[in-house]
T-cell receptor, first 112, second 111 residues
Framework: DAGITQSPRHKVTETGTPVTLRCHQT?????MYWYRQDPGHGLRLIHYSYGVKDTDKGEVSDGYSVSRSKTEDFLLTLESATSSQTSVYFC???????????FGPGTRLTVL | GESVGLHLPTLSVQEGDNSIINCAYSNSASDYFIWYKQESGKGPQFIID?????DKRQGQRVTVLLNKTVKHLSLQIAATQPGDSAVYFC??????????FGQGTRLTINP
């Protein structure tokens, strides 16, 4: 998985609780991304980062926030989880010659 | 709007045959495309990419064809093996860094 780890790999939580997912890379790539994957919707971009403390919204950013205080870590926070945020979350990085994206193993989140 | 679609949601082939997975894209300004393979329980895995100034690119057992006239992308897998069973996604680059993904095609290999 191109030097990308995600934690936790599985999480079950209750509606209204805060949740933070972590993505860690060892490639020193500039760009990092958070996606969610749902049946019928494919992969959709939540937020991305183009450097330390530099982030921008994707197509499904409502209800999510991100932070990047170090090159290697990109955090995704659900301030108050809802059942509609039950999904599989993938982190990706890019920084190669074509800026192709490489994905982590994913985090399965269930909000009850 | 942003959309990358696939002609077929599922594809079944015999082991040893060639597989062809198709993808239609919507943004004629896209200059870069990627095919990913996703096995059950894993993240998408980069297979092969192609820039818009090319029509064809070959990798190990895989070939990507790009037809810009009809905005069509295809992935050909030669001599399909059981390990090729997965969902395959095409992705289209929008702007500097964003990718838009198709829904995916599930490839099943029959023995």
């Amino acid at each position: 998985d191109a030097g990308i780890t995600q934690s936790p790999r599985h999480k079950v939580t209750e509606t209204g609780t805060p949740v933070t997912l972590r993505c860690h890379q060892t490639e020193n790539h500039r760009y990092m991304y958070w996606y969610r994957q749902d049946p019928g919707h494919g992969l959709r971009l939540i937020h991305y980062s183009y450097g330390v403390k530099d982030t921008d919204k994707g197509e499904v950013s409502d209800g999510y926030s991100v932070s990047r205080s170090k090159t290697e870590d990109f955090l995704l926070t659900l301030e108050s989880a809802t059942s509609s945020q039950t999904s599989v979350y993938f982190c990706a990085i890019s920084g190669g010659p074509n800026n192709e994206q490489f994905f982590g193993p994913g985090t399965r989140l269930t909000v009850l | 709007g942003e959309s990358v679609g696939l002609h077929l949601p599922t594809l079944s082939v015999q082991e040893g045959d060639n597989s062809i997975i198709n993808c239609a894209y919507s943004n004629s300004a896209s200059d870069y495309f990627i095919w990913y393979k996703q096995e059950s329980g894993k993240g998408p895995q980069f297979i092969i990419d192609i820039r818009s100034n090319m029509d064809k690119r070959q990798g190990q057992r895989v070939t990507v064809l790009l037809n810009k006239t009809v905005k069509h992308l295809s992935l050909q897998i030669a001599a399909t093996q059981p390990g090729d069973s997965a969902v395959y996604f095409c992705a289209e680059k929008w702007g500097a860094q964003k990718l838009v993904f198709g829904q995916g095609t599930r490839l099943t290999i029959n023995p």
